[in-house]
C-alpha cells in the first residue's frame, strides 16, 4: 500500500565498530505519529501477517529450512505482547514459543547451551525464544553467576552455536526490544496499580532496576560482540508498541521472503488424477 517507508536497517547493530544503545532512541518513530499514522500502520501490519501466513504454510510444507525469533528486553519491555501481536495468525502447529526462567538443577548440571539447543525450532518451523541463552551473558555477568572468564568465553560460543544453527538450515532473528528506564517505571507503577497485572510483578524487578547501568553495559557488550553476518541483532524502539509489532513482523517477513521456502513437488503426475474423475 502507498504511504510511509518502513526502515528497520537503521536498527540493526553493525557486525564491525562500535555501538551503543544510546545510538538508538527507544522512543524512536521515524516520524510516525499514532493519531495521524495509526490506521495505516495497523493496515500494514494486517497485510504484511497475510503473507507471513502464506510463507509460513511454505515453509512447512518444504520441510528444509527453519526460522528462530530471538527476544531479549529488561522487564516491562512487552516481549509477551509482541509475541501475541505479532505470531498470533500463524499457525501454531508450526509455531512454537519456548520461555527460558532460571535454569533447574538438571540444566545447570550441564552446559549453558544444552537447555537451549533441544528447544531450537525443527525444519518447517517457526520458534521464537522468549529471553533466550543471551540470559548467560547479561544476567549472569551482572549478578556474577559465572565466573566473568567464563563468562567472556560464552560471547564466542554463542556465535559458533548460532553458525551452526545457520549453516543447517536455521535462519536466526535476533531482536532487543530498547525502552528506557523511565519508561520502565511507568510500566512497574502501572501493573502495580492494575489487580489484572499483579501476577506479572515480582520484587526481583526492582532488584534488576536498580543494576540498570550495569545491565545496560551489559546489553553493550552482548550486542557488540554477538551481532555477526548470519545472525545479527535488531535493537528495535519499544516504547511505541503499535509501531514495534510491524517492525518486527516486517523483518520476519523479509528474512522468510529471502528464505524463500517452496512447495515440494508431488509425488505423483496431476495429470493422472483430473479433479472431475474422482468419484
Wanted: one cysteine or more; hydrophobic letters at 40%.
Amino acid at each position: 500500500m502507498a504511504g510511509f517507508v518502513l526502515d528497520y536497517a537503521r536498527y540493526c547493530v553493525p557486525t564491525e565498530g562500535n555501538f551503543a544503545l544510546t545510538d538508538i532512541d527507544p522512543g524512536d518513530s521515524q516520524g510516525l505519529v499514532r493519531e495521524r499514522d495509526g490506521a495505516e500502520v495497523e493496515a500494514r501490519l494486517a497485510e504484511v501477517q497475510v503473507r507471513l501466513d502464506e510463507l509460513q504454510h511454505r515453509l512447512f510444507a518444504e520441510s528444509k529450512q527453519a526460522l528462530l525469533l530471538v527476544l531479549q528486553a529488561m522487564d516491562t519491555a512487552g516481549k509477551d505482547n509482541t509475541i501475541r501481536r505479532v505470531m498470533a495468525p500463524l499457525n501454531p502447529m508450526a509455531c512454537r514459543v519456548t520461555n527460558f526462567k532460571s535454569p533447574s538443577g538438571a540444566e545447570r548440571a550441564r552446559d549453558f547451551l544444552w537447555r537451549v539447543h533441544s528447544h531450537i525450532p525443527r525444519k518447517g518451523s517457526i520458534g521464537v525464544f522468549n529471553r533466550s541463552h543471551y540470559e548467560d551473558v547479561l544476567i549472569a555477568r551482572v549478578h556474577g553467576l559465572a565466573p566473568l572468564e567464563l563468562v567472556e568465553k560464552r560471547y564466542d560460543h554463542i556465535n559458533d552455536f548460532e553458525r551452526m544453527l545457520t549453516d543447517h538450515g536455521t535462519r536466526v532473528v535476533k531482536v532487543m526490544l530498547h525502552i528506557s528506564k523511565e519508561y520502565q517505571l511507568k510500566r512497574l507503577k502501572r501493573r502495580l496499580k492494575r489487580s489484572d497485572k499483579h501476577w506479572k510483578f515480582l520484587p526481583d524487578d526492582l532488584r534488576d532496576r536498580e543494576r540498570w547501568d550495569d545491565y545496560m553495559q551489559a546489553y553493550d557488550i552482548m550486542l557488540q560482540r554477538c551481532s555477526t553476518p548470519y545472525a545479527p541483532w535488531y535493537v528495535v524502539p519499544a516504547e511505541n508498541r503499535w509501531l514495534r509489532n510491524l517492525i518486527i513482523s516486517q523483518l520476519l517477513l523479509d528474512n522468510l521472503e529471502d528464505m524463500n521456502p517452496q512447495f515440494p513437488a508431488p509425488q505423483f503426475d496431476p495429470a493422472d488424477y483430473p479433479p472431475e474423475a474422482i468419484t
